[in-house]
T-cell receptor
Framework: AQKVTQAQTEISVVEKEDVTLDCVYE???????LFWYKQPPSGELVFLIR??????QNEISGRYSWNFQKSTSSFNFTITASQVVDSAVYFC????????????FGTGTRLQVFP | DVKVTQSSRYLVKRTGEKVFLECVQD?????MFWYRQDPGLGLRLIYF???????EKGDIPEGYSVSREKKERFSLILESASTNQTSMYLC????????????????FGPGTRLTVL
């Protein structure tokens, strides 16, 4: 069965620290897609990244980077030099090739960055 | 920019009331979704719709119904609100996956925080 696990419920860091948010997924499909969303205090989920199962290259976007490892079924998200504006709830999600219209979300990780 | 709007940010209703949550998207997306978000449970899918007048149950449809009379509007209905339906409700939309390559992100509205007393 498909599942996304975000074991870290809440993480607190001080500004400028690096922080990694973990995401582990389960699926029987060989083709699937992984996503990260950010939910700031305003409530609206903001799309951050999408990855397909055939592309294991890591991605970097500014202070954000993602490490996709099929061998461990993980898609971890690292924020370098965190800032107070990074404080939010972050969700990892999965969609499968046989039903790409549906997203399966993890339970989210609340990140608090203190000045 | 895709815009998904929800009729209310905050709503307070009484047990037994009929509640309508409205969602409108302006990008001609085929798919629309209703989720509820609860602490420790993440986002859970209530209902979704692939097209006008079409609907499918998600993971937790009990106590809810939906209506999609127009492509841009997807309504969530609580026929008789109960206290356990107090939650944050999020609407989302996306182009249909098979036609758009199968890897669409969903675009979310700002959410409606519903309290049932």
């Amino acid at each position: 069965a498909q599942k996304v696990t975000q074991a870290q419920t809440e993480i607190s860091v001080v500004e400028k620290e690096d922080v990694t948010l973990d995401c582990v997924y389960e699926t029987r499909d060989t083709t699937y897609y992984l996503f990260w969303y950010k939910q700031p205090p305003s409530g609206e989920l903001v799309f951050l990244i999408r990855r397909n199962s055939f592309d294991e290259q890591n991605e970097i976007s500014g202070r954000y980077s993602w490490n996709f490892q099929k061998s461990t079924s993980s898609f971890n998200f690292t924020i370098t030099a965190s800032q107070v504006v990074d404080s939010a709830v972050y969700f990892c999600a999965l969609s499968e090739a046989h039903n790409t219209d549906k997203l399966i979300f993890g339970t989210g990780t609340r990140l608090q960055v203190f000045p | 920019d895709v815009k998904v709007t929800q009729s209310s940010r905050y709503l307070v209703k009484r047990t037994g009331e009929k509640v309508f949550l409205e969602c409108v998207q302006d990008m001609d997306h085929e798919n629309m979704f209703w989720y509820r978000q609860d602490p420790g449970l993440g986002l859970r899918l209530i209902y979704f719709s692939y097209d006008v007048k079409m609907k499918e149950k998600g993971d937790i449809p009990e106590g809810y119904s939906v209506s999609r009379e127009k492509k841009e509007r997807f309504s969530l209905i609580l026929e008789s609100a109960s206290t356990n339906q107090t939650s944050m409700y999020l609407c989302a939309s996306t182009p249909r996956g098979r036609l758009a390559g199968g890897n669409n992100e969903q675009f979310f509205g700002p959410g409606t925080r519903l309290t049932v007393l």
